[in-house]
């Protein structure tokens, strides 16, 4: 299977589908996913605009809008998860994911699907710590503050990730996972970024949660984005496993945004479909969620082992989807079409929508649905009596959780910055010409290229290039054409 990885979206669809369809035409390749690490922007009308935390000058309605208008089709299944500069009140609604136009699927605040045999886990979002132990309780209408602490990752989705079970092939994040700078060409990466240092220096540089997800799950791939830079490292496990690092930049011309690799999977055609374990997590741990501004703790503290109870609630979950986990079909709009001659000088708060699709899932799961207006009655930590937690009450842990590390926070969470200019499109007038600096494409392996080795002119880290550059790793230098030229893989330049 032939999946594209995309860094930093920013609303630039239509320039990142013409790229990888020329690239398609050029190597004689088939794309079959496309996936996305946040920033997305998913902008369905000028509403949407108004949710999206980011400064006025860059409020701009991009080409979503008109895939959700059905105006445009993406051509190829697309699967992404949040950042920090999304409209956040869109996302909301689909919170335990679900699609936001034809072809185009949200994994929701975290999330696990199947694709063709591929088992793909996403966390939407960056930490802060001082939101990290809160609850979900954002909800339209938004003020500034909540439009932003909406997008930080929360304890209690972290926790639902930590239970499952099996093998997770590929993990995609908007944040790095913390000490990720480390076990790359750190030297190459401050050279790109020297503002970096003293948190690479203090070990600060990326998110925590995200760390112990890395060391707890050990996917074959963690895809990230949000710092925008292109980075790749090789993190070596204790149990001998290794798990292939690759954060990518922005979608701006002349950045390295865009990456193609073939994994192994099963034989075509391929369906997304729900992932089983994580229903049953999701089913089994809802009774224990509440949507306040209180802070949320883990039934029985966090130390129950889930194990026994879970083989019981996806042998239920069997039973409520009939065995047939397919995501269905069922994207439907649920807002007006965008209006260009609306204008929204201030934001005002568009009114909060239930999604059906969210909805449905819900109502198989036989959970109630927590993402709708708070007028419906669940927005608030009033859960029926019948809900029960795991540990028989919403209560904490018995000990008192140590507070957050506030050094975990990232002073420098990335925003659209001044100097990065104004997205525009490369190439002839009309259309989008494949850079080198855009794309590499290998559709036999994963090749990280010049990030692992020297650049610049400068000298790179001996340590970086001897874990980096393993026999079989498929880590290796990119040509200035961004098409690898390995023995056997029949792509030349």
Not at 51 to 66: D, E, L, S
Not at 239 to 262: E, V
Not at 406 to 432: M, S
Request: aromatic share 8%; glycine share 10%; with cysteine.
């Amino acid at each position: 299977m032939k999946i594209a990885i995309e860094g930093c979206c920013h609303g630039e669809l239509d320039k990142i589908y013409e790229i990888l369809t020329k690239a398609e035409e050029r190597e004689g390749i088939k794309i079959d996913l496309l996936l996305c690490c946040g920033d997305f922007q998913a902008v369905r009308n000028s509403d949407d605009m108004m949710c999206m935390a980011v400064p006025p000058k860059y409020r701009q309605i991009g080409g979503f809008h008109q895939y959700y208008s059905g105006a445009k089709k993406a051509p190829f299944l697309t699967i992404f998860v949040g950042g920090n500069h999304e409209a956040t009140n869109h996302l909301w609604e689909l919170s335990y994911g679900g699609w936001v136009a034809p072809n185009i699927y949200y994994m929701g605040n975290a999330g696990v699907v199947w694709y063709g045999g591929v088992r793909i886990g996403g966390l939407s979002g960056i930490f802060k710590a001082h939101h990290f132990h809160q609850a979900h309780f954002e909800s339209p209408p938004y003020s500034e503050d909540t439009m932003r602490s909406a997008y930080h990752v929360r304890s209690c989705d972290i926790y639902r990730l930590k239970q499952l079970k099996g093998h997770l092939d590929i993990m995609v994040s908007h944040d790095w996972p913390l000490e990720a700078c480390h076990y790359g060409n750190t030297e190459q990466l401050l050279r790109k970024k020297p503002h970096f240092r003293g948190e690479v220096e203090t070990n600060t540089l990326g998110s925590p949660p995200a760390e112990e997800l890395l060391r707890l799950l050990k996917p074959t791939y963690w895809f990230s984005a949000h710092l925008h830079v292109k980075y790749a490292a090789l993190y070596h496990h204790d149990n001998g496993s290794i798990t292939k690092f690759l954060a990518l930049d922005k979608c701006l011309p002349n950045r390295r945004y865009l990456q193609i690799l073939d994994i192994p999977s099963a034989p075509g055609p391929f369906k997304l479909e729900r992932d089983k374990n994580w229903l049953a997590i999701v089913r089994l741990t809802e009774p224990s969620m509440h949507y306040t501004r209180s802070q949320w703790f883990p039934p029985s503290g966090g130390n129950m082992d889930m194990s026994s109870v879970l083989e019981d609630e996806e042998e239920t979950v069997n039973n409520l989807f009939g065995r047939d986990f397919t995501v269905p079909l069922n994207f439907s709009q649920t807002v007006p079409l965008y209006d260009p001659h609306s204008r929204h000088s201030t934001y005002s708060g568009p009114t909060a929508q239930e999604n059906p699709q969210t909805a449905d899932l819900c109502h198989r799961l036989g959970i109630s649905n927590p993402f709708k207006p708070a007028g419906f009655g669940m927005r608030v930590d009033q859960r029926p009596t019948n809900q029960k937690d795991l540990d028989g009450g919403v209560q904490g842990p018995s000990h008192t959780p140590a507070p957050p590390r506030e050094e975990w926070a990232n002073p420098n969470e990335i925003d659209l910055v001044e100097e990065d200019g104004p997205v525009t499109t490369p190439g002839e007038e009309g259309g989008a010409s494949v850079c080198a600096a855009e794309l590499c494409t290998n559709p036999d392996e994963i090749h990280i290229g010049s990030d692992l080795d020297g650049e610049e002119g400068g000298e790179s880290s001996q340590k970086a290039v001897t874990n980096c550059t393993e026999p079989g790793t498929g880590l290796g230098t990119e040509p200035e054409t961004g098409l690898e030229a390995d023995p056997g893989t029949g792509l030349g330049t």
